[in-house]
């Protein structure tokens, strides 16, 4: 059948269609466009696809279906004019050049949330990360997550608060650092998808952390997560082989590693950790300082990072802290000793589905001649991971143990 009888066909049925239409539904303005947008349909279908047996059953479906869609966008126009006609009105502003994104973050950590959403809403809001990138790293299903963010946000928006610098903004100082520091590592190492790093996410986190020190420049916690940022961000160009695989911290060159940020690092633990108190964030700056103070590997001073995870341990019963720990007592002491805390790591089972527990596992097996139980480690630790060089890593590890 040709274009010319397409045409004819679908003329003649126009109006039976829409007569169909407005006799079901009213609303002969929206039925008509609606009409219009399923003979469209049809002329670019039915030529490729084939005729339907009953095409005019098959224009009034399509068109009862966009019907439905008009209608209900048309209800929810008129909703959000009717809400917009209730707000009072805000006299003009000038646009000035200000950086409101410090307000907004403390905005999202507004205490009328927990802690939990305050993370949610600000990794949405001021990280821009998915709604599915936050609920993979909250290890919780993509929908409960899409509520926390719209409850989060309804919260805030009960309270009342204004898009201002609160007044007790040191109060809310924990959570505004707990949420950049989620920002950097997400981008430093993406739990899911192609790419090892989001340098964007990490930079992002580098300046909100500046931004904060600006504000409160003789905060030790602030000027030790900086610091912890900067030397770990240091290390990232030298994270990545050629093809984006991961390459382990013993095994990379150091010559990449980005001085300038070391050199600034350094620079701030050393000037913050004797103003004191001590905190989480000074110590870990502390550790990834005299990682980045070795010339290699070997002669890193594990005994001193063994030191200082001990007293990590007694602020934070956070379990990745404690498999870091293991890490750093069998480079010290021997695998057989870190196989020894991870073990109990592993009957605790707060990691019980975390791929770097059985990756742990794994290069201390190696370590020890294990090759079987070193295979089986990774093979599992590649099955947990959503990261693809992660996996990509894990997986020629294993296949490398024969």
């Keep these: 059948m040709g274009a010319g009888d397409l045409e004819d066909v679908l003329r003649q049925l126009a109006p ?16 008509e466009d609606a009409v219009q947008e399923a003979l469209l349909a049809a002329a670019r279908q039915w030529p490729d696809e084939g005729w339907p047996d009953n095409p005019r059953g098959w224009l009034i479906t399509v068109a009862s279906r966009r019907l439905t869609d008009l209608l209900r966008g048309e209800q929810a126009r008129q909703r959000r004019e009717d809400q917009v006609a209730g707000w009072r009105t805000v006299p003009p502003e000038p646009v000035t050049d200000s950086d409101d994104t410090l307000i907004l973050l403390f905005l999202c950590c507004h205490p009328s949330l927990s802690p939990a959403s305050q993370i949610a809403l600000t990794l949405r809001a001021v990280g821009g990360l998915s709604t599915l990138e936050i609920a993979r790293a909250f290890l919780v299903p993509e929908a409960t997550m899409t509520r926390r963010i719209t409850r989060a946000k309804q919260s805030v928006r009960d309270s009342g608060a204004r898009f201002s610098l609160p007044p007790d903004h040191a109060d809310r100082l924990d959570a505004v650092l707990k949420v950049v520091y989620l920002i950097f590592t997400e981008g430093y190492t993406s739990t899911a998808g192609p790419r090892l790093h989001r340098v964007e996410l990490s930079a992002e986190a580098i300046r909100l952390a500046r931004m904060i020190r600006t504000l409160l420049p003789d905060d030790p916690e602030v000027a030790g997560l900086l610091a912890l940022m900067l030397l770990t961000d240091a290390r990232r160009p030298a994270r990545a082989g050629p093809g984006g695989e991961l390459v382990p911290m013993d095994e990379q060159d150091r010559s990449r590693w980005i001085r300038p940020l070391i050199d600034e690092g350094i620079a701030l633990i050393t000037e913050t950790l004797p103003r004191g108190p001590v905190g989480p964030y000074q110590l ?6 005299v990682h980045d103070e070795a010339a290699s590997a070997g002669e890193t001073d594990w005994p001193q990072i063994v030191a200082l995870y001990g007293v990590l341990l007694q602020f934070s019963d956070n379990p990745m802290v404690e498999l870091n720990h293991a890490v750093a007592v069998a480079m010290a002491r021997g695998p057989a000793a870190g196989l020894e805390l991870v073990g109990r790591l592993e009957a605790g089972g707060r990691l019980a589905d975390d791929h770097r527990l059985y990756a742990v596992r794994a290069h201390l097996l190696e370590r020890s001649g294990d090759h079987a139980g070193a295979r089986t480690a990774y093979e599992r630790a590649a099955t947990l991971t959503t990261s693809l060089p992660q996996q990509r890593y894990l997986n020629t590890k294993a296949a490398a143990m024969g």
Excluded at 284 to 289: G, H, V, Y
């Design 16 to 31: 039976q269609v829409l007569g169909a239409l407005v006799r079901r539904y009213g609303h002969f303005d929206t039925a």
């Design 284 to 289: 870990q700056a502390a550790i990834a300082a």
